[in-house]
């Protein structure tokens, strides 16, 4: 079972509109990172979080802003958004970056629609 | 990251073993190989990782060449909640990124 949490889990939201996206995880991970997932398609890294500081920006588009408050929570922000955009968005933690056989660990998404 | 290649797609029949290969001809020393899977409209979930060695968990074993250059994931007895994406990713040891490919469908049948 999953200890990554999302919410919410469907999120509809129109192009104007201003929303968040949550995830929590209680393993003690100090790295968290964000997932885009088209439909039919792999998962495509977004962002990834150390020490609730951000280390890795895939080029993803400013109307995407994330957000590590703590060591437990990720949000991802949202603003202007395009119906493009509309797509399962996956949120994950490790321990350690760098640290030997790392496993990261899935929530179970939120399902984003832009209309 | 090295690259890895996959079938498209495999079918195994219900209580069979599923054997799902994966080509890494560019892995480098220090880079693991890992597999997870997606069931459909879930996050991917963790199966196994290997450096070297076989390994063997509770849900699958991990079969690595001795030169490293492919691998196969093992589901021994497969059940029609195995059918999903899966996915094999070679990662570097201080690797802080996961890249999938366009992974392997299986499709378990009865």
């Known amino acids: 079972d999953t200890e990554v949490t999302q919410t919410p889990k469907h999120l509809v939201m129109g192009m104007t509109n201003k929303k968040s996206l949550k995830c929590e995880q209680h393993?003690?991970?100090?790295?968290m990172y964000w997932y885009k997932q088209k439909a039919k398609k792999p998962p495509e890294l977004m962002f990834v979080?150390?020490?609730?500081?951000?280390?890795i920006n895939e080029s993803v588009p400013s109307r995407f802003s994330p957000e590590c408050p703590n060591s437990s929570l990720l949000n991802l922000h949202l603003h202007a958004l395009q119906p493009e955009d509309s797509a399962l968005y996956l949120c994950?933690?490790?321990?350690?970056?760098?640290?030997?056989?790392?496993?990261?660990?899935f929530g179970e998404g939120s399902w984003l629609t832009v209309v | 990251d090295a690259k890895t290649t996959q079938p498209t797609s495999m079918d195994c029949a219900e209580g069979r073993a599923a054997n799902l290969p994966c080509n890494h001809s560019?892995?480098?020393?220090?880079?693991?190989v890992y597999w997870y899977r997606q069931i459909h409209s879930q996050g991917p979930q963790y199966i196994i990782h290997?450096?070297?060695n076989n390994e063997t968990n509770e849900m699958a074993s991990l079969i690595i060449t001795e030169d490293r250059k492919s691998s196969t994931l093992i589901l021994p007895h497969a059940t029609l909640r195995d059918t999903a994406v899966y996915y094999c990713?070679?990662?570097?040891?201080?690797?802080?990124?996961?890249?999938f490919g366009a992974g392997t469908i299986l499709r378990v049948k009865s």
């Open positions: 979080y150390s020490y609730e500081k951000l280390s």
């Open positions: 290997g450096l070297k």
């Open positions: 393993m003690g991970h100090r790295a």
């Open positions: 990713i070679v990662r570097a040891e201080y690797g802080n990124k996961l890249v």
């Open positions: 560019t892995i480098s020393g220090n880079e693991y």
């Open positions: 994950a933690s490790s321990q350690l970056l760098g640290l030997s056989g790392n496993t990261i660990y």
